[in-house]
């Protein structure tokens, strides 16, 4: 396998290394470009069928796609990094590549994106309907609601689609989860926080795997962090490959982290609540205020094991078995911001009339539909 590449930058530098998303070129890292080959030389690929590679001959891994990568690159010692499908190369490479991977950039990615099963059902409709089919589902994944980015919606247009649905397929068959503690070069994690492919549970568990990794949490971004919010990513990207990095590890300590903490209290409450709640703190509440940040929503929500729609069913369930109405019509409102539909809130409900008793889940009833209705007039 040949990938299509180019190397910028001046002569001499250190090398990194950028792969694309599925359904991109290696031009989705041209925002970065320039402040990136100030000291960096930077290799950029083309993902088989995109761009100017050629079209997949037979179907491959993301072990193959790492090989045909570790072929462009001739220093010794190089840095890193991709976006999406471009990120999953770049962490099996960083495993196989142990002593050459100086430093690592995993920007919107996962070591497993989910299911095999969509990735195998997107993979027949590209070859049923070409890669066209799916550039409004796409946009609307790439993108928040309202950011134009037509200029990257237009390179699917000339994707090969047998190509396209090779590398669904190959994503579909990836789990890198078990092998992420190989990693030993300094990491950074990039997510988008309003992500829907690769969502932030996803970013926490490369955080949290790989020793030492660092997480920046992108706000107002969705897949295409770098192309959406540039400025945020690209320091992000300097600091870090400069050696200026220093956020606290994304592994946890005992106590928890106020800044990691206070960052995912936003996300999931939302930035007018916590500012609310911050405005409201006393020299008589500020102790307490900072235990909540570091305990429950660093040392708690930021662990691993569950996602955030699980921790979401789980809390609403208790919310509702202590009676705490007022917790939880705040925590319907963080439910749907963490993924859940409506009708899955209903479902919670319903299951809590068994276990915590009928009147309970009829006031729990009560106090979400009014949430719900506040919700639907403020317009959200």
């Given at each position: 396998m040949k990938?299509?590449?180019?190397?910028?930058?001046?002569?001499?530098?250190?090398?990194?290394?950028?792969?694309?998303?599925?359904?991109?070129?290696?031009?989705?890292?041209?925002?970065?470009?320039?402040?990136?080959?100030?000291?960096?030389?930077v290799l950029r690929y083309d993902l088989p069928g995109?761009?100017?590679?050629?079209?997949?001959?037979?179907g491959f891994t993301i072990d193959d796609l790492?090989?045909?990568?570790?072929?462009?690159?001739?220093?010794?010692?190089?840095?890193?990094?991709?976006?999406?499908?471009?990120?999953?190369?770049?962490?099996?490479?960083?495993?196989?590549?142990?002593?050459?991977?100086?430093?690592?950039v995993l920007c919107c990615t996962s070591a497993k994106f989910g299911e095999p099963g969509p990735w195998l059902g997107r993979a027949a409709l590209v070859r049923g309907k070409g890669v066209a089919a799916l550039a409004p589902t796409l946009k609307a994944r790439w993108f928040t609601p309202?950011?134009?980015?037509?200029?990257?919606?237009?390179?699917?247009?000339?994707?090969?689609?047998?190509?396209?649905?090779a590398c669904c397929e190959a994503i579909a068959a990836f789990d890198l989860t078990?092998?992420?503690?190989?990693?030993?070069?300094?990491?950074?994690?990039?997510?988008?926080?309003?992500?829907?492919?690769?969502?932030?549970?996803?970013?926490?568990?490369?955080a949290n795997n790989i020793p030492g990794a660092t997480l920046t949490v992108v706000p107002k971004a969705s897949?295409?962090?770098?192309?959406?919010?540039?400025?945020?990513?690209?320091?992000a990207l300097i600091g870090h490959l400069m050696g200026e990095h220093r956020e606290a590890p994304a592994l946890k300590r005992p106590g928890g982290s106020?800044?990691?903490?206070?960052?995912?209290?936003?996300?999931?409450?939302?930035?007018?609540?916590?500012?609310?709640?911050?405005?409201?703190?006393?020299?008589?509440?500020?102790?307490?205020?900072?235990?909540?940040?570091?305990?429950?929503?660093d040392e708690i929500w930021n662990r691993p094991g569950l996602d955030r729609r699980t921790r979401s069913c789980v809390t609403l369930t208790a919310l509702v078995a202590r009676g705490q109405l007022e917790e939880l019509a705040m925590h319907v409102r963080a439910a749907l911001r963490n993924g859940l539909t409506r009708d899955e809130i209903k479902e919670v409900?319903?299951?809590?009339?068994?276990?915590?008793?009928?009147?309970?889940?009829?006031?729990?009833?009560?106090v979400a539909r009014r949430t719900l209705a506040d919700i639907d007039a403020e317009g959200l």
């Open positions: 990938l299509h590449h180019r190397v910028d930058g001046p002569a001499g530098a250190p090398l990194l290394v950028l792969g694309p998303s599925l359904g991109t070129t290696m031009e989705i890292w041209q925002p970065q470009l320039p402040a990136l080959t100030d000291s960096w030389q995109h761009g100017g590679s050629a079209p997949a001959a037979s790492a090989r045909a990568v570790l072929d462009l690159v001739q220093p010794e010692h190089f840095a890193v990094g991709g976006i999406s499908l471009g990120g999953a190369i770049a962490t099996t490479i960083a495993t196989r590549a142990r002593r050459r991977v100086r430093k690592v309202g950011f134009d980015g037509q200029w990257v919606v237009d390179m699917l247009a000339e994707v090969d689609a047998k190509s396209y649905a078990r092998k992420l503690g190989e990693i030993t070069a300094p990491t950074l994690v990039i997510a988008g926080s309003e992500d829907p492919a690769t969502p932030l549970d996803q970013a926490l568990t490369l897949h295409l962090a770098n192309v959406e919010r540039p400025d945020v990513v690209t320091a106020r800044e990691a903490g206070m960052r995912t209290r936003r996300e999931v409450l939302g930035d007018a609540h916590v500012d609310r709640a911050i405005a409201a703190t006393t020299d008589f509440t500020s102790d307490f205020q900072d235990f909540i940040t570091r305990y429950a929503w409900l319903l299951q809590t009339a068994v276990y915590c008793g009928v009147p309970a889940a009829n006031a729990a009833f009560a």
